[in-house]
């Protein structure tokens, strides 16, 4: 079992940047990719960007590509999303997840355990 738990979300002007931070129990962490979705008001759950159990391979959606850097730190446990240029389409809650079995996947159906969100707002 993997407990995850978001933090760092927040209001932000359009242009603007923030990092939003996961962090997982249990000692396989490092053992899994990881990654990051988000859902706004009304639309479905959409994948942002993953990233291997090691951190060596990491894949981005287009909408986000050259803006958003997702990252880990396996001895904290910890994965990050930093994000740049951020416009009010952005706006969502931004959901971790583990997966346990693949790497580089983008469906939400093939990832284990999920976080609670954190909220980003982006005003225009």
């Known amino acids: 079992q993997v407990q995850l738990v978001e933090s760092g979300g927040g209001l932000v002007q359009a242009g603007g940047s923030l990092t939003i931070s996961c962090a997982a129990s249990g000692r396989t962490f490092g053992s899994y990719a990881m990654g990051w979705f988000r859902q706004a008001p009304g639309k479905e759950r959409e994948f942002v960007a993953t990233?291997?159990?090691?951190?060596?391979?990491?894949y981005y959606a287009d909408s986000v590509k050259g803006r958003f850097t997702i990252s880990r730190d396996n001895a904290k446990n910890t994965v990050f999303l930093q994000m740049n240029s951020l416009k009010p389409e952005d706006t969502a809650a931004y959901y971790c997840?583990?997966?346990?079995?693949?790497?580089?996947?983008?469906?939400?159906?093939?990832?284990?355990?999920w976080g609670q969100g954190t909220q980003v707002t982006v005003s225009s």
């Open positions: 997840a583990v997966n346990r079995r693949y790497s580089g996947s983008s469906d939400f159906t093939t990832y284990d355990y």
């Open positions: 990233i291997s159990w090691n951190g060596g391979m990491t």
